[in-house]
């Protein structure tokens, strides 16, 4: 351990604005990154869903249509 | 060899090696960095000459070399989509594109941040600093262009043929530090010669950048997945697969 205690770690002697500030903007560009991807990913299977729901709905009342027809 | 490698060209064989990839990318990623990165800011031995600020290094140049080492595999990837033409390739270069720009962005803030106690600001125009800005345009153009396109096949060709011509700035920000008389300093890791770092400092860099590697990998497979369920939704393997996961949900 270079530091003796938790308050000079935090200091980076003298530097730790600049080596606190790296770290956070980079921490958080890459938990963007990360967070981006998920979102997109659940916006997708929600799309997918939703379009293979409407496709057996139309599936479904073409079916009855049918049915009518028949019986008419 | 040929043989095969082919078949992970189809888009099902693709995700399903993404699915059974990515654990152990994601895993092993975490695991290495957070060692590297606890490593380097706590135990690692301060710079005789830039003291505590030189730490910064521990993200600077792992996002520094795997911007431009991404960018190879993007400019792989839309050469042989374009070559062979090959639809998940296109699809890569969509999904590496963001990560790269991001990798990018980190290496110029971080060196911003570094630079302004260093040099005493936070940018100048030098050949170092402006190649990799150019960097950071060409991955947001590939990006615009991809996204420019309602016809995502037109649109990858486009991209694709922008992020093979950006390969001119990869030498160029390589040499640029030998090149041109500039404020950066030499590269600390090279090939041929002993590193100009004691290995006190070099085996948690070493870490660092291994690990940024590994989540940079994890990131783009997640990233193709989700490019590969986006270009081919109406197809039958991607409602195979949902009806399974819902029979397995339920």
Not at chain 2, 153 to 158: L, T
Not at chain 2, 159 to 186: D, F, K, R
Not at chain 2, 220 to 226: A, D, S, V
């Amino acid at each position: 351990m270079q530091f003796d205690s938790f308050q000079s770690f935090l200091a980076m002697g003298g530097y730790g604005l600049y080596v606190w500030l790296s770290f956070g903007v980079g921490l958080l560009s890459l938990l963007l990154l990360w967070w981006h991807g998920l979102h997109s990913r659940r916006c997708l299977i929600e799309a997918l869903r939703k379009e293979q729901a409407r496709q057996t709905r139309i599936r479904a009342s073409q079916q009855n249509g049918e049915k009518h027809e028949s019986k008419a | 060899m040929w043989k095969w490698l082919h078949p992970y060209a189809k888009p099902e064989r693709a995700f399903a090696l993404c699915t059974t990839l990515l654990p152990w990318f994601g895993v092993s990623a975490l695991l290495i960095l957070a060692t590297g990165t606890i490593w380097g800011l706590a135990f690692a031995p301060a710079d005789y000459q830039q003291g505590d600020s030189f730490r910064i290094i521990y993200l600077h140049v792992p996002s520094a070399i795997l911007s431009m080492g991404t960018y190879s595999a993007m400019a792989i990837a839309a050469f042989i989509g374009l070559v062979w033409q090959i639809r998940t390739a296109h699809m890569a270069v969509a999904a590496i594109a963001p990560v790269g720009a991001v990798l990018t962005f980190i290496a110029l803030f971080t060196g911003a941040a570094w630079g302004k106690p260093m040099w005493g600001t936070w940018w100048v125009w030098d050949a170092r600093l402006t190649s990799e800005l150019i960097l950071l345009f060409l991955y947001l153009g590939v990006i615009a262009l991809y996204q420019s396109f309602e016809d995502k096949e037109q649109g990858s060709k486009a991209s694709g043929v922008m992020a093979l011509v950006g390969v001119v700035n990869l030498p160029i920000i390589h040499y640029s530090v030998e090149w041109w008389n500039t404020l950066h300093q030499g590269a600390t890791i090279t090939k041929f010669a002993k590193p100009s770092i004691d290995s006190s400092m070099l085996w948690p860099l070493l870490l660092c950048i291994l690990g940024l590697a590994l989540l940079t990998g994890a990131m783009c497979l997640y990233r193709l997945q989700n490019e590969l369920l986006r270009r081919e939704s109406h197809r039958p393997w991607v409602r195979a697969m949902l009806l399974e996961e819902e029979q397995n949900a339920v």
